[in-house]
């Protein structure tokens, strides 16, 4: 086996290892969380990311740079793929800081287990920056989160009317989040988002001279369970 690949199984073990599985389901499951991330739902969650890790490098070029917007456990695999078999830049943004103080905690383990100067990317929880153009966005579940966007998660998922103010000030915010990602996305990107996002994106690209090719088909995501459709950024 190539050494990048052993590598990245290496990695991939080793978090799983590292990681408290019982505090992290706090971050995704009221009450009791002790259970949520069960030996059946972690699986799940690898093999899902596994499949993603394959179609982004069947997409990607080696050297790139990537952006992930409100990831969280669930994109560990892919992050973990581009960073150590396609020796990309990854930056990874949340709003979870729970959940990214556990990220990387467990990161920080699995780099002193393989040694060899290995760095692995960080979850971050400060605004996205405005810099470096990258050639993959990841923006994935984010407006749907039921957490920091409820409103837009029962508008988008059509669980019944949301109150009109409270719309206007998420999206007011998922606008400027938005902004900042596409402002950094180059023409021919990569853009991973869900069905329920998609209308949000092209309105957002259209405004930084973007179209958004969309597939016919996507694939199912292991946590929430939306379909991901893997989109390519089309200068207008």
Known sequence: ???????????????????????????????????????????????????????????????????????????VVPVLFEALVLARRVRVHTADAREARLLDEALEAVEAQLGDGVVLPRWSTTLIARGESVDHLWFVSVATDPDHFPAHHDLLYERGPAKERRLETERAVLDELVDRAFAAVEPGALVCTTGEELELLRARAERCGLALDVPATGRTSGLVGDVVYACTAVGR
């Open 1 to 75: 086996m190539d050494t990048t690949l052993e590598r990245f199984a290496a990695a991939v073990t080793a978090l799983e290892a590292a990681l408290d599985w019982p505090q992290l389901g706090a971050s995704y499951c009221e009450g009791d969380a002790r259970d949520f991330f069960d030996p059946a739902r972690i699986e799940a969650v690898r093999d899902a990311g596994l499949r993603f890790a394959s179609d982004l490098g069947a997409r990607l070029a080696p050297g790139g740079a990537s952006l992930y917007v409100g990831a969280g456990v669930a994109e």
